[in-house]
């Protein structure tokens, strides 16, 4: 059965009960500037390719690059604000998480949510369990980021404590 990918602004909170296995959602673009990518790697990954253009120019990259974990974070904001679950989603890990291109300066980022399984959660009645991937494309459909991944989200209608 074919489902059709919906681009999403902000809607009402969604829940695990609005879902259904093959639902595909894409994110609103957003935008990485250089000043947002050069801070992120002064915080967290430190490296000279994410940090300093000059410097960049002269590595394996031949210019400046987001850290891999800043595209994940600006990865993760998209499906968020993209799917939006009333009470957030918890993440229970990532089983698989690539690179396969590096992000740029300038680069316009979007998120591909595809909701691959899906299943009440055993031991939290008020709550669901999706298996999902996230594909992150830049504005030339590179994709930069893949990632599989499970997460609980809350029910509608369903009290926590059963």
Same mark, same amino acid.
């Given at each position: 059965?074919?489902?059709?990918?919906?681009?999403?602004?902000?809607?009402?909170?969604?829940?695990?009960?609005?879902?259904?296995?093959?639902?595909?959602?894409?994110?609103?673009?957003?935008?990485?500037?250089?000043?947002?990518?050069?801070?992120?790697?002064?915080?967290?990954?430190?490296?000279? *390719?994410?940090?300093?253009?000059?410097? #960049? &120019?002269?590595? $394996?990259?031949? @210019?400046?690059?987001?850290?891999? %974990?800043?595209? /994940?974070?600006?990865?993760?904001?998209? *499906?968020?604000?993209?799917?939006?679950? #009333? &009470?957030?989603? $918890?993440?229970? @890990?990532?089983?698989?998480?690539? %690179?396969?291109? /590096?992000?740029?300066?300038?680069?316009?980022?979007?998120?591909?949510?595809?909701?691959?399984?899906?299943?009440?959660?055993?031991?939290?009645?008020?709550?669901?369990?999706?298996?999902?991937?996230?594909?992150?494309?830049?504005?030339?459909?590179?994709?930069?980021?893949?990632?599989?991944?499970?997460?609980?989200?809350?029910?509608?209608?369903?009290?926590?404590?059963?």
């Amino acid at each position: 059965m074919a489902h059709q990918c919906v681009s999403f602004g902000q809607m009402n909170e969604r829940y695990f009960d609005d879902l259904k296995r093959g639902d595909r959602f894409k994110s609103e673009p957003l935008r990485v500037t250089e000043k947002e990518l050069i801070e992120f790697a002064h915080r967290f990954d430190p490296q000279m *390719f994410h940090l300093s253009r000059r410097r #960049a &120019e002269r590595s $394996i990259f031949k @210019g400046l690059i987001a850290s891999g %974990w800043h595209t /994940a974070a600006m990865s993760m904001r998209l *499906f968020v604000q993209t799917l939006n679950f #009333a &009470e957030g989603a $918890i993440g229970l @890990g990532v089983d698989e998480l690539r %690179w396969p291109n /590096a992000v740029r300066p300038g680069d316009v980022l979007t998120v591909e949510t595809n909701i691959l399984k899906m299943r009440p959660s055993k031991s939290r009645p008020g709550h669901g369990i999706i298996r999902l991937r996230n594909v992150t494309t830049n504005q030339r459909g590179e994709v930069v980021q893949k990632m599989l991944a499970s997460a609980m989200v809350p029910r509608r209608g369903v009290r926590a404590n059963g």
